[in-house]
């Protein structure tokens, strides 16, 4: 246990205290310095799952090491400096020596070679794997994603959906994130089989967007109401496979429910950390959640030129900086709790290292539209 961190984190969510909003590039800062500190303190060019209150730095995360890499590549252009490059190289090398022989990854944090193989982590995996390739044209990469993505296309249901090897083996919507990961394979690839497992699984999610326009199976299991993590995870697949294939069908889809959550927004001021199937929101906040559907309304903004999306983006944007760590110890400066207060249920008293890279995402996109 860390007890100072610990009293001061609590006693911060207690008071209600928030830091005072930075310029976007002082957070942005605050929170790369964070991730590469996730990166050295395991020592094998992964990042850290997290920091706990109670335990410390936890292991390498496979999963979301994957997905950081391109933000790392993107943060590179951004400051054109070299340390974030060199950093994605490192961690992508490391995403090597977690594949299987059979192309998947594992689930859980660390090389359990042991371990089930997971289907959205292989998925968020494959951004990570197909982003370096394109940077440094390493075959390895190439031959890793061509492996992954085949596995995928093999262990997928006849129905487009995946259950079997993914999480608690249940069907999840938000693997519309892993069809927008096949789709940046078959690019990559030229292998039509990809895209062809991807729209098969994009056409079940639409299926069970409900006329209210929530998303069936949006939660880890299908009786759970779903955080705003998972719900934004969804959405954004959707909206990217959309966008990537022009398919109208898609990105209406995707759209309905970003607008919903407008209008959530507009009852609650912020985003809230759950909802249910008639939009109604728990009492707390799951910052992952808000950065990523900031995220995707600045995608929207991009796209449409609406400025109710930018205005709901930066909305969430000025939460997430109220409540973005910039000072205290190096363990938490920069870092994102997982829940605001940081005791509730969202990766309680924990700061998720993927937090932090939707936080880093939604900064540059932000940058980018000035």
């Known amino acids: 246990m860390r007890p100072a961190t610990l009293t001061r984190e609590i006693y911060r969510d207690i008071r209600g205290r928030q830091t005072t909003p930075r310029s976007n590039d002082e957070h942005l800062s605050a929170a790369m310095s964070w991730l590469y500190r996730s990166q050295d303190v395991t020592g094998v060019g992964g990042s850290a799952a997290y920091y706990s209150l109670l335990t410390g730095w936890a292991g390498p995360y496979l999963e979301t090491s994957g997905y950081i890499i391109p933000t790392l590549y993107d943060y590179a252009a951004y400051t054109n400096a070299d340390e974030p490059r060199e950093r994605a190289e490192q961690m992508a090398m490391w995403l090597l020596d977690g594949q299987f022989d059979h192309g998947a990854f594992p689930g859980g944090v660390g090389l359990q070679t042991d371990s089930d193989p997971s289907v959205f982590n292989t998925g968020q995996i494959l951004f990570g794997l197909v982003e370096a390739y394109r940077q440094t044209s390493d075959e390895r990469f190439l031959s890793a994603v061509e492996r992954a993505g085949d596995w995928l296309i093999d262990v997928q249901h006849p129905d487009g959906y995946w259950d079997n090897f993914d999480y608690r083996g249940e069907r999840h919507s938000y693997c519309s994130r892993v069809a927008w990961a096949l789709l940046e394979a078959a690019e990559l690839t030229g292998n039509g089989t990809f895209r062809e497992g991807a729209v098969a699984h994009l056409d079940w999610v639409v299926s069970v967007q409900t006329e209210r326009d929530w998303f069936e199976y949006a939660g880890f299991s299908p009786d759970e109401r779903p955080y705003l993590h998972t719900l934004a995870y969804t959405v954004r697949g959707l909206l990217e496979c959309g966008l990537w294939l022009d398919d109208d069908t898609l990105i209406s889809a995707a759209r309905k429910t970003a607008d919903r959550l407008l209008d959530c927004q ?39 030129r609406e400025k109710r999306y930018l205005t709901a983006a930066d909305t969430e944007l000025a939460f997430l900086k109220q409540h973005h760590n910039l000072t205290g110890p190096a363990a938490v400066r920069g870092a994102v709790r997982g829940s605001v207060p940081v005791w509730e249920r969202y990766m309680r008293l924990r700061y998720p290292n993927w937090a932090v890279k939707f936080l880093c995402d939604a900064l540059l996109l932000r940058a980018r539209l000035q």
């Open 266 to 304: 507009q009852r609650t001021d912020v985003l809230l950390g759950e909802y249910d199937r008639r939009w109604n929101g728990s009492e707390f906040y799951c910052l992952t959640g808000n950065a990523q559907t900031a995220l995707v309304w600045l995608r929207l903004y991009e796209q449409y």
